[in-house]
């Protein structure tokens, strides 16, 4: 396929809003495919090269993009600065500015998507000594054979900004609308191939090439994480055992969520996020070689710190020293000890256990665990229908200086994501929203080298996109302001005077006084007072809260119209 073609679906992709004509244009676009480039599209659509999961990203900082442009078309790099500033699109720049390079149009050959594609994986694998140098020359060769129009999209897929509105729903609905006759079976069966593989381009390949049962015969494999099954919020424990009768009260611990996948004597640890972090946690590898009986099996739990001399559990914030440590995890080890609670198995020894209730899957887990006293445990359970005995156990978590309890349903099968149903989380009251940071600003006096104010935005789950909602400049410490200074400045897009643009990557927990209507934002919302919280590392920017949940709050506060 030549990437003019793709091009022209990204503009028609662009140029509607309406999630139904988005998938449909994008399902057009998948019929067209050969089985090769049928991959390498879905992966393009979604601005990536690679599966979440393989954590590999193109690395290409705005400046540099500058540079290769300035190299490219001979137009200053003062020009391109000048030109940006105005659009806040790199992509656009290009676009515009590529017209005055008579030469571009000499060349005859068109650039096919997968010489773009193979390119750009070069870029984000090139590492070592003269790895720049190699990037710039890729990517100079790339844009030496754009059109102006594909010179905007290729530059905003470089910058991870394409800015085309396709997020996973619409992803699913194109490969059925492609692929498949339009039914609820297929829907499901889709969403069940992609929480396994999360991976759409591999699910669209299976539903070309297999049809439904191929899609229906997908199974767990080792090395590959899963999507995992998320709690909803739930009023009341008197709410959910009025609906449901006996649960599994389990407490909800204040860790990183982990799934660990074991094969014989190799074990791979993800988070929730999906983020490999065997590395930084050598001493749970141990403990579940240890503690795990099973020759292989999929297994979930919480993993929390604890204090070094008491075994007293520590907060969240200090366990995440530890999730993103390139070096001295040794000593990090030390000075950071874990203690892991299990709570669920998924597959055993070649055997898909989701679709077995809740209440078998833990007697699974029981036998193949072999406890290691205050390090490898189950999560704290009871079953029962007396509300005060779950409400005692309750405050027992919360005097434990954990986050609540989970209420299972006991013949819930595991199901992936979010709002499914089956799982209730209890937990105190204090509402809050989590956000994604999309700009900030840098301080005055001594805080001029930190950014201090951050602009915060919520997501539109059917677009992908990102909808600003408040500034947020209270709640940290000092070094709190070093460190996110720290975190985002490798994100930054582009500045104008104090403010700066960055790449939606980075969630934080955020409190507030109230949810007003403000014009002055996409939201149509503002909030009054947010105040930081914490970074959520173990969400991404598509788990941050959405705006569906943003009026959800603003219309509880009483204030409709």
């Known amino acids: 396929m030549e990437y003019k073609t793709l091009v022209e679906y990204y503009e028609k992709l662009e140029r509607t809003s309406s999630k139904i004509e988005k998938a449909k244009i994008l399902a057009e676009l998948l019929k067209m495919c050969n089985p090769n480039d049928l991959e390498r599209v879905i992966y393009l659509v979604q601005g990536s090269l690679y599966p979440k999961y393989m954590q590999i990203e193109l690395g290409v900082a705005t400046q540099l993009m500058i540079k290769v442009i300035n190299k490219t078309i001979g137009v200053s790099r003062e020009k391109i600065e000048e030109e940006f500033t105005k659009t806040g699109d790199l992509g656009l720049t290009v676009e515009k500015l590529i017209p005055s390079k008579k030469q571009v149009t000499l060349f ?26 190699k990037k710039i020359n890729i990517l100079t060769s790339l844009l030496l054979m754009c059109t102006p129009k594909e010179a905007k999209y290729l530059v905003r897929t470089v910058l991870g900004e394409l800015r085309v509105g396709v997020a996973e729903g619409i992803i699913r609905d194109a490969i059925v609308e492609a692929f498949f006759e339009k039914k609820k079976e297929v829907e499901e069966v889709i969403d069940y191939a992609w929480s396994i593989l999360s991976d759409f381009a591999a699910v669209a390949k299976i539903a070309k090439e297999s049809g439904l049962e191929g899609l229906k015969n997908i199974k767990i494999e080792f090395g590959r994480p899963i999507q995992v099954m998320l709690g909803e919020k739930a009023e009341s424990i008197e709410e959910v055992v009025k609906e449901f009768g006996k649960v599994a009260a389990e407490w909800k611990y204040d860790g990183m969520r982990t799934l660990i996948m074991k094969k014989g004597n190799k074990i791979l640890l993800f988070t929730r996020r999906q983020e490999n972090v065997t590395a930084q946690f050598p001493d749970l590898v141990e403990l579940c070689i240890k503690g795990i009986k099973a020759e292989e099996c999929v297994v979930e739990g919480e993993t929390i710190a604890v204090n070094p001399k008491t075994g007293d559990p520590l907060a969240f914030q200090v366990l995440s020293r530890r999730i993103h440590r390139k070096y001295e995890i040794e000593k990090m080890v030390e000075k950071i000890p874990i203690r892991i609670h299990l709570f669920d198995i998924l597959y055993l020894n070649g055997e898909m256990l989701i679709s077995k209730p ?5 007697k699974i887990l029981e036998n193949v ?32 200086k954990q986050e609540g309890l989970m209420l299972k349903v006991l013949t819930s099968p595991y199901k992936f994501g979010r709002h ?80 700066v643009k960055v790449r939606p990557k980075i969630v934080i927990e955020v409190k507030y006084q109230e949810i007003q209507k403000s014009p002055n934002y996409e939201a149509g919302y503002a909030l009054r007072f947010p105040s930081f919280v914490r970074i959520r590392d173990d969400k991404g920017p598509e788990e941050a809260d959405t705006i569906e949940r943003l009026i959800e709050l603003y219309k509880s506060q009483g204030k409709v119209g």
């Open 420 to 499: 499914v149903g089956g799982w209730y989380k209890i937990k105190p009251t204090m509402e809050s929203l989590d956000l994604v940071i999309v700009g900030a600003t840098w301080g005055e006096g001594s805080r001029a080298n930190w950014l201090t104010s951050y602009e915060l935005a919520v997501r539109d789950p059917d677009t992908g996109n990102f909808l600003r909602c408040g500034m947020m400049s209270t709640g940290l410490k000092e070094e709190e302001y070093e460190m996110m200074t720290e975190i985002l400045k490798p994100l930054i897009i582009y500045e104008k005077g104090k403010e």
């Open 369 to 400: 665990i072999e406890k290691i006293e205050g390090k490898f445990e189950l999560a704290k359970q009871i079953i029962s229908d007396d509300v005060k005995e779950i409400e005692e156990f309750y405050q027992e978590s919360l005097n434990a």
């Open 358 to 362: 809740l209440i078998e899957r833990r």
């Open 108 to 133: 005859k050959k068109s650039l096919t998507v997968e010489e773009v594609f193979e390119n750009l994986r070069k870029v984000a694998t090139a590492s070592g000594e003269g790895a720049q140098e």
